[in-house]
Structure formats: structure tokens, C-alpha cells
């Protein structure tokens, strides 16, 4: 593991250096308060950090202070090293963020201890945010495709139909439905099934830009956000483009299955200006697809009337 030394006494300095080497720690210098803390703001920034309370440029409680004002994911566990030793110090110490301290001249066991202790904190501190992370994963992310979920999807469209209004751009929102998906269940099996969906994910990825949306909704629909849209011969290409994808062989543990799917399109501001209208007329328009005979695309029109593909 990396860990500073923030300290302007050589001779401490040396010590500090000496011992934490011989434990196995990574070290890495400053011999100032101003570049201690540009190593700590840094981007490979040790997680680690033992700072003499006393230094010229920045003392260590002013680091401290600097540390926990910013918004950061990884918690940097901070040791101070002083001479003082009233309680009133260690309390200022400890309010302007320090997570422990050392009295000098510093005991090599004591100093051994108290890093095991703060490695024990930062694995504890990892782990919960690994399991927010994942929390966070299950809750906006369809866990079968790893795509966004119906949460997720929604919040995106509200934010870029905020910026479609506010660049005056065109924006469409398509709905994806699988054809005869059931049958592929009843045919090869659920877990075939799952890794159909699974592929169609990975497909749409691939064929679509990084700005765009993809989420699934559940089962095997689809819904997906474009944006600085030219114009409605634009989707029509992109709608085109995604079935002649969608229609070739997917190889899925020995068997070869083929599915077409059904696109419904509505477009921001033409067809409507909010989420929900714009999601139900997409919506629409893939049922009408769907009459259409399937494997096709269509756009809503405010007559319930859609252009055939």
C-alpha cells in the first residue's frame, strides 16, 4: 500500500521512512505542507497519509481540513504526527478530520499497530463501497442485459428532453419489441431465452452510438433515446439499420435461433414534449408495426395513422 510522509524534520523523516519500508508500505515524500497536499489531491493519491502537524506552506491540520472539503470516492485515513499532546490539540486534530495521531519521538510498535488499524478501516471502507456500488447496480440496471433499467431510462429521458429544449433539438424516443419471443422460450427454454436477450443487448450496444440510450423495460422490450436527431429520414436509416442486425443468426449454445423485432418511433417536440407522452406514442407505433406484419418500423402520427416502413 502507498503511504505519504508529510514531514520537514529530516531526521524524523528518515525514521518514518525506515520503518514503514521495512513493513512493506510504498512510501512517498514531502517535506512541506503545499506538497503534501498536491500529492493528496493528486490522482494515484496514497489512501494513506502521516502528516506532521508542524510544517512551513500548510501545517497538517490545515491539510486535513483541505482533505475533507472535497467530494471524493476514496477516503484518504490520515495520521497525524506531533509533539503535542493536550487534550485541546488533539480535539482541534481531530475536528478538522484526522483520523488518528502519533506523538513524537514516535514508537516503531505503536506506529505498527495503529497502520494495521487503519488498513482494517480503508478494506471496511472499501467493501462498503463496493457493496453501494453494486446496490446502486441492481437498482438503476436490468441485471440480466446489464443495460438501464425502467428507473434509470426515465431519469435520462426527463434530463435530455431538458436539453433537447434547451438546444432546440429534435429527439426521438424508440420502443423495441422481439417477435414471436415466446416462442423461442417455449422452443429452446428460458435459459436460451436469457441469453438471447442477453446478445440482443450486446447487439444494440454495438450498433448504436455512446450517446444514445439503451434500456430494456422488461421481458423483451426495449426502449431507446436519441438525440440531435436531423430528421425523421435519420431514424428511418437507424430503424432499418437495427433490424437488419436484430435478423441475423444468433449461435446460442449449439442451437442457431433467428428473431426479428417490431420499432415504434415518436419524436420530440412533433409528436409530444414530455416523457410519458412520448414513451406511450412510441409505443403505439411498435403495436402498429406490429399489424404491419412484424420485422418492420413505424412513426407515430397524431391520427393513430402510422408510415409504413
Not at 493536550?86 to 505503536?110: C, H, S, V
Request: glycine share 6%; net charge negative.
Amino acid at each position: 500500500m502507498k503511504i505519504l510522509i508529510a514531514e520537514d524534520d529530516r531526521i524524523s523523516r528518515r525514521l518514518l521512512e525506515a520503518s514503514l519500508i521495512k513493513q512493506g508500505y510504498e512510501v512517498v515524500i514531502a517535506t512541506n505542507g503545499l506538497d503534501a497536499w498536491e500529492i493528496l489531491r493528486g490522482l494515484d493519491a496514497p489512501r494513506l497519509a502521516i502528516l506532521d502537524w508542524m510544517m512551513p506552506g500548510m501545517d497538517g491540520v490545515q491539510i486535513c481540513r483541505q482533505v475533507r472539503a472535497r467530494v471524493q470516492e476514496q477516503y484518504t485515513y490520515i495520521i497525524l504526527l506531533t509533539a503535542k499532546n493536550r487534550k485541546q490539540d488533539l480535539i482541534e486534530g481531530f475536528d478538522a478530520g484526522a483520523d488518528d495521531y502519533i506523538t513524537k519521538p514516535f514508537d516503531g510498535q505503536e506506529l505498527k499497530a495503529r497502520l494495521h488499524s487503519a488498513e482494517r478501516i480503508l478494506d471496511l471502507q472499501e467493501r462498503l463501497f463496493a457493496a453501494q456500488e453494486s446496490l446502486m447496480m441492481q437498482a438503476t440496471h436490468d441485471l440480466l442485459t446489464k443495460l438501464p433499467n425502467r428507473l434509470l431510462f426515465s431519469e435520462r429521458l426527463v434530463h435530455k428532453l431538458y436539453e433537447a429544449h434547451r438546444y432546440r433539438q429534435v429527439l426521438a424516443v424508440m420502443f423495441l419489441d422481439l417477435d414471436h419471443f415466446k416462442e423461442i422460450n417455449d422452443t429452446y427454454g428460458h435459459d436460451i431465452g436469457d441469453a438471447l436477450l442477453g446478445d440482443v443487448a450486446m447487439r444494440l450496444t454495438k450498433t448504436l452510438r455512446e450517446v444514445d440510450t439503451i434500456a430494456r423495460m422488461g421481458g423483451d422490450e426495449f426502449t431507446l433515446i436519441f438525440t440531435g436527431v436531423e430528421s425523421i429520414h435519420d431514424m428511418a436509416v437507424i430503424s432499418r439499420r437495427i433490424l437488419d442486425e436484430l435478423t441475423k443468426p444468433f449461435e446460442l449454445s449449439s442451437h442457431e435461433v433467428q428473431i426479428s423485432a417490431s420499432i415504434g418511433c415518436a419524436l420530440y417536440p412533433m409528436d409530444g414534449t414530455d416523457a410519458d407522452s412520448l414513451l406511450k406514442f412510441a409505443d403505439t407505433a411498435m403495436y402498429r408495426a406490429k399489424e404491419k406484419g412484424r420485422n418492420c418500423y413505424q412513426f407515430y402520427s397524431g391520427n393513430e395513422e402510422a408510415e409504413a416502413a
